[in-house]
């Protein structure tokens, strides 16, 4: 089964910046929607962004728009996740996953996941 690991994850300041990666064990989700997702203890997984195969069209929480920014290298299966403006409620477990069935907001539509990589920033 194809795996996917994330990283980039850590301590930052309020206002920092920080770029995420989640990288494939195999070239399998060119044709596919990828997204991004977070989760802090006792909530739900939160969609954060997707984007296309092509890395053409992209979709973003309104919480992340305008700090945010979503990208993929096909060529190196790694998808990326941009992030500045950094915020303490940014503070959670990040996630990448394949979309693979219906509307890309839902976790419960992306199949398979990484095991996540934290995020926590400081005020």
């Known amino acids: 089964q194809v795996q996917l690991v994330e990283s980039g994850g850590r301590l930052v300041q309020a206002g920092g910046s920080l770029r995420l990666s989640c990288t494939a064990s195999?070239?399998?989700?060119?044709?596919?929607?990828m997204g991004w997702f977070r989760q802090t203890p006792g909530k739900e997984r939160e969609f954060v962004a997707c984007i296309d195969g092509f890395g053409s069209t992209s979709y973003y929480a309104e919480f992340v728009k305008g700090r945010f920014t979503i990208s993929r290298d096909n060529a190196k299966n790694t998808l990326y996740l941009e992030m500045s403006g950094l915020k303490p409620e940014d503070t959670a477990l990040y996630f990448c996953?394949?979309?693979?069935?219906?509307?890309?907001?839902?976790?419960?539509?992306?199949?398979?996941w990484g095991q996540g990589t934290q995020v926590t920033v400081s005020s």
């Open positions: 195999e070239r399998a989700f060119e044709n596919s929607y």
């Open positions: 996953a394949a979309h693979w069935h219906g509307t890309y907001f839902v976790s419960r539509n992306y199949q398979p």
